[in-house]
């Protein structure tokens, strides 16, 4: 009976699966916790909460951490702002986990409020002159070079994988979030829709959306 299911199953060929998803979320620009600026992400497949920010600052200095639905600090995104007149383009520093700043001697120094030493995991250089930015992703399951590109006027930012030969590949878009029951009505400036590729992490993700968030 087993070597006829064997045949059976040989002469059918391999079972095909099917191809992974996309990951639909819904960002809401607010915080949930705090009256001001912040994020709250929700899964459009259940509803449930996946990542929140409830202290984000746009002032100088000022950092963000992405949180998981429970509160726990994934990743810290830091701007770092160029001084006055300089020709140096701006950077975006994001480290693994909770991570606290100061300055000695005129140099930022970064340390982990709990645990071992603060690991960098991407930086974000913006493009002079231009509505985007280029990304570093060191440290994570698949490290690589990415670009961000968004448009304040049709209100859209995305992020592309850049390949060896060139060809840059789409892995995660936001627009404006469409409600109604056709789906065609626009829903507040502040309510955006996610869709992540498979393969691609969805913190890195979020945090890339949190830096593009900041010049649109």
Not at 39 to 57: H, W
Not at 125 to 145: E, F, R
Request: with cysteine; proline share 4%; charged share 25%.
């Amino acid at each position: 009976m087993v070597m006829a299911e064997s045949e059976e199953t040989t002469r059918k060929g391999p079972s095909s699966q099917p191809p992974p998803a996309c990951r639909r979320l819904t960002v809401w620009c607010k915080s949930l916790v705090f009256r001001g600026d912040g994020y709250a992400v929700f899964d459009d497949a259940d509803g449930r909460m996946v990542f929140r920010v409830d202290n984000y600052g746009v002032g100088q200095g000022s950092d963000m951490a992405l949180m998981d639905h429970a509160g726990r600090v994934l990743l810290t995104v830091r701007r770092r702002h160029r001084k006055i007149l300089s020709l140096m383009p701006e950077t975006w520093e994001v480290y693994n986990g909770d991570v606290e700043g100061k300055v000695i001697d005129g140099n930022s120094v970064y340390h982990k409020a709990v645990g071992s030493e603060p690991r960098l995991v991407m930086r974000a250089t913006k493009d002079l002159c231009s509505s985007s930015c280029t990304v570093s992703v060191l440290a994570v399951d698949k490290p690589g070079l990415y670009h961000l590109s968004w448009s304040r006027r049709d209100e859209w930012s995305r992020i592309y994988r850049c390949g060896s030969t060139g060809h840059n590949t789409l892995v995660a878009e936001v627009r404006r979030k469409l409600g109604g029951p056709e789906k065609t009505t626009l829903l507040g400036k502040d309510v955006l829709s996610l869709v992540v590729q498979p393969g691609m992490d969805h913190a890195i993700t979020m945090a890339m959306l949190m830096i593009s968030n900041s010049y649109r």
